[in-house]
């Protein structure tokens, strides 16, 4: 780095505070001229050419490509209009989950404060002062400059999904999308920064954001649980129809989770604004029944502490689940499977003559047991290219050791009463015969017939990937008698409802006629049939996700994934799931 010169120490003193020159203002008609460009640049490029930048006793890291964005010697946003554009497009990273120290937000307000007070007390300088006067204007402007493009690198960065490596967090069993594997996008965003256009920066930062709807809806209700969003206030139990002052509270706790419908009225001035009516009597109903609770419409003591739920942990979780967006594919496919571990589900997904994206089926669904090293659910997407009715299991070497062998050691004529097929290095045995007690598991196979002792059940979803990982039917049925799915699988994703998604998959891609699916699925000979085209299959972990319209929705965290990226991003423990 250069040598510091005389003025450039006195300009950065002067950033440090304004005491030298407290003494020096008075009053003069004459105008003062902008910041001297030759300074800022000079100071811009002093800034950049180090690691770090130090603003009052803090000091920021500089990215590697904010450095190389001064090599020209020259400041990039020196306009005050270019500088309002780009604080405005770094301070949107909030409402995508960042924290504001992530994209130098504080620091930046520091030193527009000071930029601001450094403009008036210059101007009311006479000219014969400012002649004499080292300008303290140039450091402040410059050291904006730099912190204004790291910011926005920053934030880019962040919305490519560079903050945490689920590989590393997750090893083996998450497997996300690189969005930018060519580097295009990246690139795309340095070569609007070095423009010094601050609009073209803005729009490339947003070309960044995940463009599914789920994203947007989670990132708005992230931006609604607002800081000055106040608590629901204890008191008796309040009835529809019923007043209270606590009706506006409850109406913009409802209002920021998304369990009302979109509303330009304010919650405090809106005709009868201490009524409980129909509406968000409705509105309440609906968070209740989503918590477990009685779904009354009833404010009573226990749908208060749901409502009044920490917030800061509730923010913590959006944007945990934000991040989760930026490493799944900006295409999902035409037509796609979604599997939502954390909320135990099966949807099918297909885009609409408008372009849009409409939900056309959705299930309970069982997944890995957690419990079981081994068994839970990979996250990935995949795609699902093969129906196979009346399917046979070829189990697994794993399964074999821990099940299999252990159910044949018991009794020998297990596996013959179940359907197995027992195969000694390649060739058919008679697995009655076989001395289980003494022989190595490693040197046999088993495949299981279709039949009612099958795990797989009546199809199986055949996918590519080389876990073994697909979605099939379950022989014990009677785990969704509540109407909900759980951790209880071997790794693969049990469907609640399979008829279902195979008369789906069968009609919309194949073109069969409707109930064919059904019926190869209720009996019929075993046999597989391949989709003409793949349908897109992504099993996905979200502990938290915004419904089409708007409601907020938590689940449990059934892998204990959360606290592993809430460590790596530095958030606090996120707040408890739904009790549903």
């Known amino acids: 780095m250069p040598p510091v010169s005389?003025?450039?120490?006195?300009?950065?003193?002067?950033?440090?505070?304004?005491?030298?020159?407290?003494?020096?203002?008075?009053?003069?008609?004459e105008a003062a001229a902008p910041p001297a460009a030759e300074a800022v640049d000079a100071l811009a490029a002093a800034h950049a050419s180090a690691q770090?930048?130090?603003?009052?006793?803090?000091?920021?890291?500089?990215r590697p490509e904010t450095r190389a964005a001064y090599a020209g010697g020259a400041a990039l946003w020196a306009l005050p209009a270019e500088r309002r554009t780009l604080r405005r497009a770094i301070g949107e990273a909030a409402a995508d989950g960042l924290r504001p120290a992530e994209v130098h937000a504080p620091t930046l307000d520091l030193l527009d404060a000071r930029l601001a007070e450094a403009e008036a007390q210059w101007e009311a300088l006479d000219g014969a002062a400012r002649d004499t006067l080292a300008d303290p204007r140039p450091a402040l402007v410059a050291a904006l400059d730099v912190l204004l493009t790291d910011g926005?690198?920053?934030?880019?960065?962040?919305?490519?999904?560079?903050?945490?490596?689920?590989?590393?967090?997750?090893?083996?069993?998450?497997?996300?999308?690189?969005?930018?594997?060519?580097?295009?996008?990246?690139?795309?965003?340095?070569?609007?920064?070095?423009?010094?256009?601050?609009?073209?920066?803005?729009?490339?930062?947003?070309?960044?954001?995940?463009?599914?709807?789920?994203y947007r809806r989670l990132r708005a209700r992230l931006d609604a649980l607002g800081d000055d969003l106040a608590p629901v206030p204890e008191g008796t139990a309040l009835r529809p129809g019923?007043?209270?002052?606590?009706?506006?509270?409850?109406?913009?706790?409802?209002?920021?989770?998304?369990?009302?419908?979109?509303?330009?009225?304010?919650?405090?001035?809106?005709?009868?604004?201490?009524?409980?009516?129909?509406?968000?009597?409705?509105?309440?109903?609906?968070?209740?029944?989503?918590?477990?609770?009685?779904?009354?419409?009833?404010?009573?003591?226990?749908?208060?502490?749901?409502?009044?739920?920490?917030?800061d942990g509730l923010r913590d979780r959006l944007a945990l689940n934000l991040e989760r967006w930026r490493w799944l594919p900006d295409d999902f496919g035409e037509h796609y499977v979604w599997v939502n571990l954390p909320a135990f589900e099966i949807r099918a997904f297909m885009r609409d003559s408008t372009g849009g994206v409409a939900e056309s089926l959705r299930m309970p669904a069982n997944i890995g047991n957690a419990q079981t090293t081994g068994w839970t659910t990979p996250v990935i997407s995949d795609s699902i290219h093969t129906l196979e009715f009346q399917p046979a299991w070829y189990?697994?070497?794993?399964?074999?050791?821990?099940?299999?062998?252990?159910?044949?050691?018991?009794?020998?004529?297990?596996?013959?009463?179940?359907?197995?097929?027992?195969?000694?290095?390649?060739?058919?045995?008679?697995?009655?015969?076989?001395?289980?007690?003494?022989?190595?598991?490693?040197?046999?196979?088993?495949?299981?017939?279709?039949?009612?002792a099958n795990p797989l059940g009546r199809v199986k979803f055949l996918m590519h990937n080389p876990y073994a990982i697909l979605i099939h039917d379950t022989n014990k049925r009677y785990t969704f008698d509540d109407g909900s799915g759980s951790s209880m699988?071997?790794?693969?994703?049990?469907?609640?409802?399979?008829?279902?998604?195979?008369?789906?998959?069968?009609?919309?891609?194949?073109g069969w006629e409707p109930g064919r699916a059904r019926a190869a699925w209720r009996g019929g000979p075993r046999r597989g049939v391949r989709l003409e085209r793949p349908v897109r299959t992504h099993f996905v972990y979200f502990t938290a996700w915004a419904e089409e319209g708007g409601a907020l929705r938590l689940?449990?965290?059934?892998?204990?994934?959360?606290?592993a990226l809430a460590a790596?991003?530095?958030?606090?423990?996120?707040?408890p799931d739904d009790a549903s």
Do not use: K
């Not at 010094?196 to 995940?210: F, I, Q």
């Not at 009794?411 to 015969?433: K, P, T």
């Not at 689940?555 to 606290?563: L, N, V």
């Open 395 to 452: 189990v697994p070497r794993s399964l074999a050791a821990a099940q299999v062998l252990p159910m044949a050691q018991r009794d020998s004529l297990s596996l013959h009463r179940q359907g197995f097929e027992v195969y000694q290095n390649g060739q058919a045995v008679d697995s009655r015969l076989v001395p289980w007690d003494s022989v190595s598991v490693s040197s046999f196979r088993f495949v299981q017939r279709p039949g009612p």
């Open 52 to 62: 770090t930048i130090r603003v009052g006793g803090a000091a920021a890291a500089l």
């Open 152 to 214: 926005a690198l920053r934030l880019g960065g962040a919305l490519l999904g560079e903050r945490a490596d689920p590989a590393s967090l997750y090893p083996g069993v998450w497997h996300a999308t690189d969005r930018d594997p060519d580097g295009e996008r990246w690139a795309g965003l340095q070569a609007a920064v070095r423009s010094g256009d601050a609009r073209r920066v803005a729009a490339a930062l947003g070309g960044l954001r995940p463009a599914h709807a789920g």
């Open 489 to 510: 699988s071997s790794g693969c994703v049990q469907a609640s409802a399979p008829d279902e998604l195979a008369e789906h998959l069968m009609t919309t891609v194949n």
């Open 242 to 311: 019923g007043r209270s002052v606590r009706v506006p509270h409850l109406r913009e706790r409802l209002d920021a989770l998304g369990w009302l419908p979109a509303d330009s009225l304010d919650a405090w001035t809106r005709p009868d604004a201490y009524l409980l009516d129909d509406s968000l009597a409705a509105g309440l109903a609906r968070f209740e029944s989503a918590h477990g609770l009685a779904s009354d419409s009833v404010l009573d003591a226990s749908v208060t502490d749901a409502l009044n739920a920490d917030l």
């Open 6 to 29: 005389p003025l450039l120490a006195v300009a950065l003193a002067a950033l440090l505070g304004w005491g030298p020159f407290s003494d020096w203002f008075g009053a003069d008609d």
């Open 555 to 563: 689940y449990a965290d059934p892998y204990g994934y959360d606290a």
């Open 568 to 575: 790596a991003l530095g958030r606090a423990r996120p707040a």
